[in-house]
């Protein structure tokens, strides 16, 4: 192939044939290169979306038996699933391994060394992993199993201990020393706080601080204790993990308790929290500590937590889950997330998540009822014990925030007073709940893109009628070229001038925008008419079709008096400042970068797409037709409206859509040209938050594999639709225009 | 005759003929700016000294007027400035840049025009550019040169010792980046070296000696390196200029952080317009100061060129292929209708969209496979797994593979098919009769694609601020350490460049002009390739034109 053409080649036909084939083979590769690129986009864009739109799988891996399983009173397990431990109701503490090849082999048992016998047992919020013992002398013991990793020849090596976080010494609950019945506990910075149901039936509230003495740096405990006033009998207390609320519940009634400060302990509210027909059978806190979940005999577990009223905050009802119709039903929850897990008496489990109000998986763990439950640090394993038996359950549950209608329906998320759209995807608190709605940044993308269009279509297909119809041929062929180099102009510029230069500017010269909105099109037809009047001979000198040109000065003269005149409107008609005037008298924000800039910005990148489609269409009208029309004594403009545009009006709608496209799909404008909030209203001065350049911001931080980098996969997923949608569609209009015409 | 007027249908004319206008003026006057903007900033505008006294206290403030404009009296009482006096409805006033940033709190002020009493532009003021805290204004006082005033012409001794600590300065970096650089790179190769052999089981004591040896060499070299870079140092330290400021206090600077020196108000035109291209000269050639805001754009030139070269050889054999196979031996079939559909979506799919196809196929899922198959000793610390250059570069190769195929088409289809016949009826095959002479006669609609699609890579910027790009890459794609090129690295670009420093930098007003002076040089840049590439075409159509007669 590389030979001199010059001199006679010797290839066989046979080399050459091969060749001719083998190129042919290459080249049709290569042409389907171009269909598997844009099928790899669509399926890659679905792969990494797919997961979080899979519920949640849970399946046993192992059991093994526990001799004095009656005995046990709590459970749980290291962090990576491997070592889980027991402890039981005497202070023991087995721990076990949970590891293939040695499951179910004891490890070590330590013991808690009660000073006195155990006649309650309570747990902290799964995150803190304490546990502790209330005793006979009315005293509480806390405990902490952790594991001390090392790497001996680069191998995870784990040995258990027993840690006492608040000293070996037990906390003195009750001074007058009755046994503690039930109790519920917290530690929190350097506070601990006990609340606490005494054998004689007192409710005790009691902090804890340690102060170190500075002289002899002894650390001693300084007590606050307060009796609370309970009504009937106490079936269950519960404390969040910063000790700043109190739970007491009595039956259906749960009194909510003020405990920031303990010396100024206050009932804030009681509640009848039981459903119809039903009764309370227990009670939990959910990650984070803001929802209480209360679990009716009936099999509806209810979700409250604290909204904002009249009267102050207050808690209320917010939704509740159908589970099972079982008794002993039973609520545990997550380390971090809100899934909170249901156990009852025939062994069943349900998995739900509070926010998307989605049932994640329901089904029969165990033959009995299960006694207890613990759910692993990393939320992908579970340990149940039931029928004498401790099982492992793996548990597969990446992405139970994100449903369907959780994404683009009304969400009542914690602590707000109703239900609403809300994107928030990242915080500095660690309990903080990510907010996936996409309708904020849905409804920002269209009103970004309508705003744009609003600017756009009507100069653009105006100009590309009069460029195709009217311009003489000389003066085309400069003009089309000069607006389409704007297509060419990186729209990180437009962007940049758009948010350093147009932003400033129409904010300080506002009536100068509207006072261009309605003397242009005046200026126009006062120098139509005025150009009539003019004497023939001046008339006939100037070629047709050169409008646009005697227009330029006239624009240019309307531009300076609209921004010259504009400081005096502002003086005349809104005291000096149009954002004031705005804000104070009606009531409008006022964000400097808002949706006239981005409307005027991405206008103007999306005037040379439709320009030149429309362009092409409207020349590309047969002319015979159009001659006919005028031959039959149309007049110019009756001919366009009532044949040439009708003719070309398909591929005037492909260059809208195509417009549109772009608009939906621009980034670095929108970016730059907007605060970038995703609020939703439809307010000319305030800005948006579109999905791409939510893209943008947020797909650097997010983390591989997380919901939120899914959700953004999903909007660009979503963007890629709604863009192939229009350019198909355009794309088939126009050939069917083009089959038209080469049939006319 | 109005009302005929209006029937006749000539109002709608002329309105459509204003749109005409309006998109002309608005392209044209775009442009213009820009390049005013952009131009202008490196014009040696006068230093003025304002004597203010009136709404403040009195004092004098020395810096370049920035920026004027009109302000109603009313705007005015509300910020709390005593208005009575004032005659007129409007005040003017300036912004001026004051420089000198390490001794006044902002860097910018307004200054009104009313409180203005006297206004000079002394010949002596100078304008010292420094490495750290921007401009400096003031009056020379006097000029040390290794502890000891300069007796004499102060000034000619200043620009002399401003030479001598610049040209220090420059063999010091060059020191540092260059032969130290190096062996930092030579030291990291040898640590991943052993890690492999590790990884291997192949760490043998003779190999453990050997790696030893040569990072004693190494350390050796960079020693003596270091001492002669500590002996520049400590030169380009000796000299200092004392200089008077606008507080009326006297400020020493030292030598080594000034880079340029000059007297604004005691130049005429030709030393201006030399100032100035001396000036354009550094912006496009030096590297970045003070988080972007200052300095030059040379590495963001650079990072764009190279990806867009490595994109264009990457895109141009797909885009060619490809349009060849649509335009001669595609059948009238669905497979085919698909693809032009195909083609179409890849043209208007957002450019965002490839970015998050990128980064998640190209960085972590191919880059990821890459660094477990290739790269195993560089672990955690990912090569090919994080955004850089090369995937930077394949993901815009998608992007404009449309540009390219629809350019080559288009040109393949202005071919006359006389020419194709005539061949195939001299008995070539179909692919010799596509590499003799079609291929060469495309070969300028080629070229247009290919300008086309560079155009377009070089703005945009979406998708490579999630695939590879940076607001400052300590070193370039391309430099003296073998393998030379460095396909993994991130890079800087002009386009990005102006996103960071208009909107992410802490000294918006400081950076506006550079930022206007980027797109200015982008938007030069992308303008002449589409000219061309428009040239080119409007050439070849002529050609063809005649060829068919």
Redesign the interface.
């Known amino acids: 192939m590389t030979s001199n053409p010059n001199k006679p080649t010797f290839n066989t036909d046979r080399s050459r044939l091969f060749k001719d084939r083998f190129a042919k083979f290459g080249i049709t590769a290569g042409g389907i290169m171009v269909l598997v690129a844009l099928l790899l986009i669509f399926f890659y864009l679905l792969y990494v979306v797919q997961p979080i739109f899979e519920s949640a799988k849970v399946e046993k891996r192992d059991s093994f038996q526990v001799a004095n399983s009656q005995q046990i009173a709590g459970l749980g397990v290291e962090e990576q699933t491997e070592v889980a431990y027991l402890l039981s109701q005497q202070g023991q503490v087995d721990f076990y391994s949970v590891q293939d090849g040695s499951f179910g082999k004891k490890l070590k048992t330590l013991n808690a060394e009660l000073p006195s016998d155990a006649t309650s047992f309570a747990t902290s919020a799964p995150f803190q992993g304490h546990y502790a013992f209330g005793l006979k002398d009315g005293t509480v013991m806390v405990v902490a199993p952790k594991f001390l990793v090392t790497f001996p020849n680069n191998e995870r090596k784990l040995t258990p201990r027993l840690d006492f976080p608040l000293g070996e010494m037990a906390l003195e609950v009750d001074e007058q020393g009755a046994a503690i019945k039930r109790f519920a506990f917290s530690h929190y910075e350097d506070r601990t706080a006990v609340v606490a149901l005494t054998e004689d039936k007192r409710v005790l509230f009691s902090s804890f601080v340690a102060e170190e003495n500075m002289f002899t740096g002894e650390v001693e405990w300084v007590v606050e204790r307060t009796e609370l006033d309970v009504e009937g009998r106490v079936d269950e207390l519960l404390m969040s993990p910063d000790t700043t609320r109190t739970f007491v519940r009595s039956a259906n009634q749960v009194y909510v308790y003020d405990t920031r400060d303990p010396s100024d302990v206050e009932q804030i509210q009681l509640l009848s929290a039981n459903e119809e027909n039903a009764n309370i059978v227990s009670a939990q806190l959910l990650a984070g500590a803001n929802s209480l979940m209360l679990a009716n005999d009936n099999g509806e577990v209810s979700q409250w937590f604290e909204v904002n009223t009249d009267t102050g905050r207050e808690y209320q009802k917010i939704r509740s889950f159908e589970t099972t119709k079982q008794s002993k039903l039973n609520v545990f929850t997550e380390f971090y997330r809100r899934t909170f897990f249901t156990t009852s008496s025939n062994g069943e489990l349900g998995v739900y998540y509070t926010t998307s109000e989605a049932k994640l998986w329901q089904g029969k763990v165990s033959e009995g009822a299960i006694q207890n439950f613990a759910i692993s640090p990393r939320s992908n394993a579970a340990l149940i014990l039931a029928d004498n038996k401790l099982t492992v359950l793996e548990i597969h549950n990446e992405h139970p925030e994100v449903t369907w209608s959780a994404l683009w329906q009304e969400v009542w998320y914690e602590g707000y007073p109703e239900p609403g759209y809300i994107w928030q995807s990242t915080s500095a608190s660690d309990d903080f709940e990510s907010k996936f709605s996409l309708v904020p940044i849905s409804f920002g993308t269209l009103k970004a893109a309508l705003y744009a269009m609003l600017f756009a279509v009507p100069i653009a297909l105006s100009a590309a009628i009069y460029t195709a119809y009217f311009m003489s041929s000389k003066l085309r062929k400069v003009v089309k070229p000069t607006v389409e180099i704007m297509e060419a102009l990186p729209t990180v510029i437009l962007g940049f001038l758009a948010g350093l230069w147009l932003a400033p500017l129409i904010e300080e010269h506002l009536p100068a925008i509207v006072g261009l909105l309605i003397l242009l099109p005046l200026g126009m037809l006062a120098t139509g008419l005025a150009w009539t009047k003019l004497p023939t001979k001046i008339r006939h000198r100037i070629p047709e079709g050169s409008h646009s040109i005697i227009l330029i000065p006239v624009v240019l003269l309307i531009g300076w008096f609209s921004f010259a005149m504009s400081e005096f409107v502002e003086l005349w008609m809104f005291d000096g400042n149009v954002r004031q005037y705005l804000t104070n008298e009606l009531g409008m924000t006022f964000d400097q970068r808002n949706s006239l800039v981005v409307g005027i910005a991405m206008g103007f990148a999306v005037i040379p797409t439709i320009f030149s489609i429309a362009e092409d269409a409207v020349f590309s009208v047969p002319k015979h037709l159009s001659n006919g029309s005028l031959a039959l004594g149309a007049t110019q403009w009756q001919t366009l409206i009532r044949v040439v545009l009708l003719t070309a009006s398909p591929g005037i709608f492909s260059a809208v859509m195509m417009g549109l496209g772009r608009a939906v799909g621009e980034t670095m404008i929108v970016l730059m040209a907007t605060g970038n909030t995703p609020i939703m209203d439809w307010s000319i001065f305030q800005g948006m938050r579109t999905l791409a350049a939510n893209i943008a911001v947020e797909m650097p931080e997010s983390e591989v594999g997380s919901s939120h980098y899914r959700i953004l996969f999903l909007a660009a997923f979503v963007l890629f639709i709604f863009t192939f949608i229009f350019n198909t569609v355009a794309e088939f209009v126009r050939q069917q225009l083009r089959e038209k015409y080469s049939s006319m | 005759m109005?009302k005929q007027?209006f029937k006749?249908?000539?109002?709608?004319?002329?309105?459509?003929?204003?749109?005409?206008?309006?998109?002309?003026?608005?392209?044209?006057g775009?442009l213009a700016?820009?390049a005013w903007k952009g131009l202008s900033f490196f014009w040696p505008s006068e230093v003025v000294q304002f004597e203010l006294e009136g709404s403040i206290s009195k004092q004098t403030v020395i810096g370049e007027v920035y920026d004027r404009?009109?302000v109603?009296?009313?705007?005015l009482a509300?910020t709390g400035i005593d208005v009575s006096g004032f005659e007129k409805?409007?005040i003017e006033r300036l912004l001026i840049k004051t420089g000198n940033r390490e001794y006044v709190d902002l860097d910018f002020r307004w200054i009104l025009e009313t409180d203005i009493k006297n206004k000079t532009t002394p010949a002596t003021l100078a304008v010292f550019e420094r490495s750290k805290n921007g401009n400096f204004y003031g009056y020379v006082e006097s000029v040390i040169k290794d502890g000891k005033p300069v007796e004499g012409d102060k000034i000619e001794a200043l620009h002399e010792l401003v030479e001598r600590a610049v040209d220090l300065n420059d063999e010091a970096l060059d020191l540092q980046n260059g032969d130290i650089g190096h062996i930092n790179y030579e030291l990291e190769r040898l640590r991943l070296k052993e890690k492999g052999y590790l990884l291997d089981n192949a760490l043998t004591d003779e190999r453990v000696a050997e790696l030893a040896q040569e990072r004693a060499e190494l350390r050796a070299q960079y020693g003596v390196l270091e001492k002669d870079l500590f002996a520049l140092r400590k030169q380009a330290k000796r000299d200092h200029v004392t200089v008077k400021d606008m507080r009326g206090e006297v400020v020493t600077i030292p030598m080594y952080q000034v880079l340029d020196v000059w007297f604004p108000n005691d130049m005429g035109f030709f030393a201006k317009l030399g100032h100035y291209f001396v000036q354009l000269g550094k912006f496009v050639s030096d590297d970045p100061r003070e988080a972007n805001t200052e300095g030059g754009v040379f590495p963001a030139i650079f990072g764009t060129v190279f990806m867009v070269m490595l994109m264009a050889v990457i895109v141009t054999?797909?885009g060619v292929?490809?349009a060849?196979?649509?335009h001669?031996?595609?059948a009238k079939n669905a497979?085919t209708k698909?693809?032009?559909?195909?083609?179409?979506?890849?043209?208007?799919?957002?450019?965002?969209?490839?970015?998050?196809?990128g980064?998640?196929?190209f960085v972590?899922m191919l880059g990821g496979s890459l660094d477990q198959l290739f790269y195993p000793e560089a672990a955690p610390t990912p090569v090919f797994g994080t955004p850089g250059v090369m995937w930077s570069a394949l993901t815009l190769a998608?992007l404009t593979?449309p540009v390219v195929?629809v350019s080559t088409e288009e040109g393949l289809s202005r071919i006359p098919s006389t020419v194709r016949d005539g061949s195939l009826a001299l008995g070539a095959?179909?692919?010799?009769t596509?590499?003799?002479i079609i291929i060469p006669m495309a070969s300028p609609a080629i070229m247009t694609g290919l300008i086309l699609a560079v155009?377009?890579a070089?703005?945009?910027?979406?998708p490579l601020?999630?695939v590879g790009v940076v607001k400052m890459a300590p070193t370039l794609p391309l430099d003296g350490n073998f393998p030379y090129f460095h396909l993994d690295r991130k890079f800087m670009h002009l386009?990005?460049h102006?996103?960071d420093v208009?909107?992410q930098s802490p000294n918006?007003e400081a950076a506006?002009p550079l930022?206007y002076a980027t797109?200015f040089l982008?938007?030069s840049v992308?303008?002449t390739l589409?000219?061309t590439a428009?040239g080119i075409r409007n050439h070849l159509r002529e050609k063809f034109r005649s060829l068919e007669h």
Do not use: C, D, H, Q
């Open positions: 109005v007027w006749s249908g000539s109002p709608w004319i002329w309105m459509t003929g204003g749109a005409v206008s309006i998109s002309l003026i608005s392209v044209l775009l700016m820009i404009e009109l109603p009296k009313t705007r509300a409805e409007e054999p797909f292929v490809a060849i196979y649509l001669e031996y595609a497979v698909m693809i032009r559909i195909a083609v179409i979506n890849l043209a208007g799919v957002p450019s965002i969209v490839y970015g998050v196809f980064l998640g196929f972590y998608i593979l195929i095959t179909k692919v010799e596509l590499w003799r155009a377009r070089a703005g945009e910027v979406a601020m999630l386009g990005f102006i996103y208009g909107f918006v506006r930022v797109a982008l938007v992308i303008i589409n000219i428009i």
